[in-house]
């Protein structure tokens, strides 16, 4: 126990010491946080009403799948996960560490721009409290999970900057953050179903922020438990310490597996 | 007794025979290097042997644990030098102590870092260190939980004269405390200083296995004679020694490359004693490791070939 203590410690004190975590931690989301309420809670007064939800899912965006694969795939690359494996650091340590440290640094962030969005730019508070504290910390511990996957299964660390890009830039478009899910084309309202940002900001706008819900919001909680259980059992499973993939078989192609809860929703969910 | 016992150890990646049944046993409390140029093995070799790499074939047994199978007991009775540190970069020396020790259920070991010259380092974060200082607090961490066998891989490349006497004498130590070490490593200097006996692998084969006082006996390497007189005696174009193959002359020394040390010497004193000269210095020098190291890379596989 006194070895995961020291370890988390250390890994949540590295995200501040190290420049890049500190950037996607904190300082990246909270300057678009302050642009948007500066510029588009002014020109779309209706994002206010969105604000709180969008900003938190967007910060957790940001931190998790800008933050964490890198920092994984480069651990893996420069030997350190060699050196873990050595000395008696288990993945499964390894990996919930790196995703609790981050849920722990969007914590502080959810907060701030909890309390802030209010009272700088007039943005309603959550109705139901409890909800958005149980969204919260599935959505972060979804987002973790998917995080932790890319870093787990991508070859490089390029590779991994492009997969964490190809979802971070589709779940600002179509997650219904900055354009509500309402207004997207039939098409774009299906592909945003792969996505768990549709999901936490439905969630969010129906349980927690007293709005209509665009589908099932207790549909959305459980594809979000439901994507983080599957996602994270199989980062666990295909976790390699190998900077050299010498026992890489189809990993890239196993983490696909990831996104099935998230395919049925297209069809089950309305 | 045997701290490691290999037999027939054999690993391919793919088509890639990597290692190929070799079989060598390491003695309690024994420094022995594992040679060869990259590509050679060592260092599949090494992962078999650290548990990081499921042999294909053969047996293995490091503290009489099996490696692969008893990962959790294995842990504990090794400690590792990583040829890169492998740490993070933002890690300081004293959480990193607090980290690797608690994984290994033992209490930090802070005086390490104070008898490896970190203790003024021990906030510092790993990157502000230099390469000396993160290969020390490497081999503290890797002995911090009294490893029965220790396994180093280039312990002291890159590492300033001063330095790397300080980690030999500590090694050394580590040895008088009956730690097995295992030293993988291009330098052969440091290997013939440091070893009690080593092993030579190429293209995945141990080509020879032994002490390296026997090893470089057993070349074809000639001894260099290296001879200076007062009366230049020895310069003349047609003065002949037994044994000898190759003969030249530089900076007032006359130099002979002989494959019969005894009988060069005592010609050549003889010599002079017969043309009344002087004997100013005389040096021999016998092949040294790297000399039958390179002899056998050269006559057992090609350079090129053995970088696979």
Not at chain 1, 169 to 179: A, E, R
Not at chain 2, 18 to 31: C, L, N, Q, T, W
Not at chain 2, 190 to 205: C, Q, T
């Amino acid at each position: 126990m006194n070895a995961f203590i020291y370890h988390f410690a250390f890994e949540f004190r590295a995200g501040i010491r190290h420049k890049q975590l500190l950037l996607m931690n904190y300082l990246f989301p909270l300057g678009f946080y302050l642009l948007m309420g500066f510029i588009l809670a002014e020109i779309n007064p209706t994002f206010r009403e969105d604000m709180i939800p969008a900003m938190i899912i967007f910060s957790t965006l940001a931190a998790t799948l800008l933050g964490v694969p890198i920092a994984l795939s480069t651990a893996r690359e420069n030997a350190i996960f060699r050196s873990y494996k050595i000395n008696g650091v288990p993945a499964i340590s390894i990996l919930t560490i790196t995703a609790l440290t981050t849920i722990l640094h969007l914590l502080i962030m959810a907060m701030f721009i909890t309390i802030s969005a209010p009272l700088l730019f007039g943005a309603p508070m959550p109705v139901n409290w409890l909800n958005y504290m149980l969204i919260f910390t599935v959505t972060t511990i979804n987002l973790a999970s998917i995080s932790v996957l890319i870093g787990v299964v991508s070859s490089s660390s390029r590779e991994s900057i492009l997969w964490s890009q190809l979802i971070f830039v589709t779940s600002n478009l179509l997650g219904g953050l900055l354009l509500p899910y309402r207004m997207l084309p039939d098409i774009a309202r299906q592909v945003s179903k792969l996505l768990p940002a549709t999901y936490a900001m439905n969630a969010f706008n129906s349980l927690a922020m007293g709005k209509d819900a665009d589908f099932s919001p207790w549909g959305s909680v459980v594809v979000l438990m439901l994507g983080s259980l599957l996602t994270f059992a199989l980062a666990i499973h295909l976790f390699s310490w190998d900077p050299h993939h010498a026992t890489r078989h189809g990993h890239t192609f196993l983490g696909f597996l990831s996104i099935l809860p998230y395919a049925a929703c297209v069809f089950l969910l309305n | 007794m045997n701290a490691i016992e290999v037999k027939n150890l054999k690993k391919t990646y793919g088509d890639v025979l990597a290692v190929d049944r070799i079989s060598f046993e390491v003695h309690e409390g024994e420094i022995f290097g594992l040679l060869g140029p990259n590509g050679a093995g060592k260092t599949t070799t090494l992962e078999c042997m650290e548990g990081l790499r499921k042999p294909d074939g053969g047996s293995l047994r490091v503290a009489n644990i099996d490696p692969w199978y008893e990962p959790h007991k294995l842990r504990n009775v090794i400690g590792v030098q990583l040829q890169s540190a492998g740490l993070p970069l933002n890690i300081t020396p004293e959480e990193a102590m607090k980290i690797f020790c608690a994984y290994h259920h033992a209490p930090p070991r802070f005086d390490l870092l104070k008898r490896m010259g970190l203790s003024e380092k021990q906030n510092a974060q790993f990157y502000e260190l230099s390469s000396g200082q993160q290969r020390r607090l490497s081999l503290a961490l890797a002995v911090a939980h009294n490893p029965q066998v220790l396994f180093l891989d280039e312990p002291t490349a890159g590492l300033d004269v001063a330095t790397r006497a300080e980690l030999h004498d500590l090694i050394h130590e580590l040895q008088g405390d009956n730690t097995t070490v295992i030293l993988a490593t291009h330098d052969m200097a440091e290997a013939e200083e440091m070893s009690d006996r080593v092993a030579i692998l190429l293209n995945g084969k141990i080509v020879t296995v032994g002490t390296p006082m026997e090893i470089t006996a057993t070349g074809a390497g000639q001894t260099k004679i290296s001879v200076r007189t007062q009366n230049a005696s020895l310069s003349g174009p047609d003065i002949t020694f037994p044994a000898v193959n190759q003969h030249i002359s530089k900076d007032d020394y006359n130099i002979y490359f002989s494959f019969n040390i005894g009988s060069t010497l005592v010609a050549i004193i003889a010599f002079i004693e017969a043309q009344r000269d002087t004997l100013i210095d005389l040096r021999v020098e016998r092949p040294s490791l790297e000399d039958r190291f390179l002899e056998i890379i050269h006559t057992k596989g090609t350079l090129s070939g053995a970088m696979l």
